[in-house]
């Protein structure tokens, strides 16, 4: 048998920790999420529901209601999130527009449901520290989303967030220096 590396000899190295609340791909565990972060998952799944089959928000939230887990969601935030979203996406549209490297349309569902989600909370939800808008959107994309669109969504959102909410990430950064 050969020693590990940087083990002395005679000594049982020790297993690595093990990460709780994580699984083996680092997305959380479905236990360690919050009933605000489930709600953000459901808006999600709802709102690629409205960008691919072009579903009514009644219908979407009729559906996504019966899903398993639902009833552990925050179903005030998920309410505000499809709906808002959808009311005001030509808004939302306008905003993120100009920050894309390419043509909205060309985004993946996903990144760009998870852009209405960080937008409209950047915009609507001041109960949420900004960089917490920034890191659950971020986690959604990484969870659902391609292989490094978390990255463009990331980068989208931070040049978002000083338009949307100039005074907290002015305060932030004051902090920093």
């Known amino acids: 048998m050969s020693e590990a590396p940087n083990t002395p000899a005679g000594e049982t190295p020790t297993p690595p920790k093990k990460r709780t609340g994580l699984t083996s791909t680092g997305a959380r565990k479905a236990s360690s999420k919050s009933a605000r972060t489930r709600s953000r998952e459901f808006a999600l799944q709802a709102l690629y529901q409205h960008l691919v089959g072009k579903n009514s928000a009644t219908s979407i939230d009729m559906f996504t209601r019966d899903l398993a887990g639902f009833h552990k969601c925050d179903a005030a935030h998920y309410d505000a999130l499809l ?31 998870c852009l209405w989600i960080g937008a409209y909370e950047l915009m609507h939800c001041m109960d949420v520290p900004w960089r917490v808008v920034l890191n659950e959107v971020i986690e959604l994309a990484k969870e659902f989303g391609g292989t490094d669109g978390h990255k463009y969504v990331n980068g989208i959102l931070n040049a978002l967030a000083p338009e949307l909410r100039a005074d907290e990430v002015g305060a932030d950064k004051a902090k920093k220096a």
Do not use: Y
Not at 84 to 112: F, V, W, Y
């Open 83 to 113: 709906h808002g979203c959808i009311e005001i996406e030509q808004d939302l549209n306008a905003l993120i527009t100009p920050k894309l490297d390419r043509k909205l349309e060309e985004l993946s569902p996903i990144e760009q449901a």
